[in-house]
């Protein structure tokens, strides 16, 4: 009888709390009643419609999971994702985004940063150093669960993301803001040449893309970020002092896979069983290398144009 009513009383206590809650959330704009995380939403995203990238898939998935789960983090979750235009790096970033907040990419707790718009000028990194730290320090100090977004990092001027260097490691108080639980993505197409280095060596030993590990590329793209002179990472300290906590390789998409993109986008349009279209934008893309021409030279990307084309 006891238990039965403990049971009664915790369930009272937390309709109650549900209902404060909700009351609460009405009145206030408190991102953490935006904050709505659904793991398992994400997972059946990245596996619905990101196509050939089976690490990308287990990788965010898992550390995202994993980063969450974890109620006192020692410091936030930082992704880095890497790899050739059209395989996938800003829809997975828009796919986190969307299973985090409850508005989404629109969430005002979702930064996203463009060098070309933001940072245009390589002669103003000082400027832009302040800038970028009042800017999400002010951000952090609003909500602590905010989403960076740092897109196209390789057109980002060297030494301007370092002044970020103290809010990706593991103190516990940077000026005086609660820095711990943030997300920060990456966006690069830095280190495609080795990322395309590896999955054509796979191919042409025969071995299944699944076999590509994680761990056959993340310290040398990381060596390969760190010296590129084009790259915004370019003898960065963040990525010396590995306060990345993975760098996500992003695979040449093969030919199946950019028809599977042709056919996620017709079945958008009500257009499921046009497999002429299929295969007239599978057969219409460019591949490489010449002699086999096993990857897409620009991925998913020009997929939406020809598909308008051919319908």
Request: glycine share 6%.
């Amino acid at each position: 009888m006891l238990a039965v009513l403990s049971l009664l009383l915790l369930s009272f206590c937390g309709s109650v709390r549900g209902v404060f809650q909700q009351l609460y959330c009405t009145l206030s704009d408190s991102c953490d009643c935006d904050f709505r995380p659904n793991i398992r939403g994400l997972e059946w995203d990245l596996y619905k419609n990101v196509f050939g990238q089976h690490l990308a898939q287990d990788v965010v998935s898992e550390e995202v999971a994993r980063f969450l789960a974890n109620k006192s983090p020692d410091r936030p979750l930082v992704l880095s994702f890497h790899g050739s235009s059209g395989t996938g790096k800003t829809l997975v970033s828009s796919m986190l985004a969307n299973h985090l907040y409850g508005s989404a990419m629109s969430s005002p707790y979702v930064h996203q940063f463009v060098p070309t718009l933001h940072f245009p000028s390589p002669h103003l990194v000082h400027e832009y150093r302040e800038e970028l730290k009042s800017w999400v320090q002010g951000n952090l100090t609003e909500c602590a669960r905010s989403v960076f977004i740092f897109d196209e990092m390789e057109k980002m001027p060297p030494g301007v993301i370092d002044v970020l260097e103290p809010f990706l490691g593991p103190a516990h108080v940077v000026f005086r803001t609660n820095y711990r639980k943030a997300i920060y993505v990456f966006i690069s197409t830095t280190g495609q040449e080795l990322i395309k280095e590896v999955t054509l060596q796979n191919r042409l030993a025969g071995r299944e893309r699944e076999d590509i590990k994680l761990s056959a590329l993340q310290d040398r793209l990381a060596q390969a970020v760190y010296n590129d002179s084009t790259s915004g990472f370019f003898q960065s300290s963040i990525v010396q002092q590995r306060l990345v906590t993975v760098l996500v390789p992003f695979l040449p998409l093969s030919r199946c896979h950019v028809e599977r993109c042709v056919h996620s986008l017709l079945c958008q349009t009500g257009s499921c069983q046009r497999s002429d279209v299929v295969e007239a934008v599978g057969g219409d893309m460019t591949y490489a290398p010449a002699q086999g021409q096993y990857f897409s030279t620009t991925g998913c990307k020009a997929v939406a144009a020809k598909v308008n084309f051919f319908l």
